[in-house]
């Protein structure tokens, strides 16, 4: 298996923690945001001890700066979108929402790419789409009537397709470090721009929810966001979004073998993961070889 193959496998489990945490913290949404950011972006920073990243980040050009800021903007409308999404929608109609982007991803990949989008790769996208339906609609149950959560994580999974296209581009030229910090430290400045405008609460957390939020920044930040940053520039941005399908099923995993949640799958877990396993093979199959 390819470097970048194991290291998307590792990313898609990493970020599969990442609802599990955000459902055991009690703190606001745009708060948990803005603090998974920071700590993700400070876990990084001593990577800028090595000259040669100091070297990198000083020698960028206009265009590099302005292409990782709007990226970063981009990151911190997701995450805020998002996590804000849950306080007015289910919990499955968010999921479904959010992890739509590869819909987004594949046709604009090969508008700006020239990725080719084969038959198969497009029965592999609708299959796993498939999949996140099943799985999270029949563990869940979808409800209606909840237009403005529905909307904003519509909102956050359009980003999120932004986002991985914006990566995939900038990652030929970038270190991964370099890129990184870059644009979680955007996000970071964005979010807390939004926070002071939302009035969140910045204080007061507890110890208990700041362990929970520096969780979600070692685990899904840094070996799911980042280490999904790195292999962005060795696979195709429609094979890697729709490899993040596998999030569903991997925190429903994890919700049945944590003791403090317990969740047995249901036949629609077993069913809709199913699905979206197939559906990743059938979207990187065909996929074209690219240089390591």
């Known amino acids: 298996m390819k470097r970048a193959h194991v290291a998307l496998f590792i990313a898609i489990v990493s970020v599969s923690f990442a609802a599990v945490l955000i459902v055991s913290t009690d703190a606001r949404p745009l708060t948990i945001a803005l603090y998974r950011m920071l700590f993700t972006t400070l876990l990084l920073t001593p990577f800028f001890v090595l000259q040669r990243y100091r070297r990198e980040l000083a020698g960028l050009a206009r265009r590099d700066l302005l292409g990782l800021g709007a990226i970063g903007v981009v990151l911190a409308a997701h995450f805020a979108f998002w996590i804000s999404s849950l306080d007015y929608t289910s919990v499955a109609s968010s999921v479904i929402l959010v992890t739509a982007h590869p819909v987004l991803v594949a046709p604009l990949a090969y508008h700006f790419f020239r990725e080719k989008v084969s038959r198969v790769n497009v029965g592999g996208i609708t299959l796993s789409l498939l999949g996140v339906v099943v799985l999270v ?3 869940y149950n979808l409800e209606a009537g909840t237009l403005h959560g529905n909307l904003l994580a519509m909102l956050g999974g359009a980003a999120a397709g932004v986002y991985i296209l914006g990566g995939r581009r900038m990652r030929h030229t970038l270190s991964t470090p370099v890129y990184a910090v870059s644009v979680y430290g955007v996000a970071t400045v964005v979010l807390a721009g939004i926070v002071l405008v939302a009035q969140a609460p910045l204080a007061g957390l507890g110890a208990r929810n700041v362990g929970l939020i520096l969780a979600m920044a070692l685990v ?22 729709v490899s993040l399908l596998g999030e569903p099923l ?14 047995v799958p249901s036949w629609y877990t077993l069913a809709g993961g199913a699905c979206i396993l197939m559906g990743i093979y059938l979207a990187s199959r065909s996929a074209e070889p690219e240089p390591l």
């Open 137 to 139: 609609g029949g563990n």
């Open 220 to 241: 899904p930040g840094i070996f799911g966001h980042t280490l999904y940053n790195w292999a962005l520039k060795y696979v195709r941005a429609s094979v890697a979004s």
């Open 250 to 263: 991997g925190s429903t995993m994890l919700a049945f073998a944590l003791p403090w949640i317990s969740q």
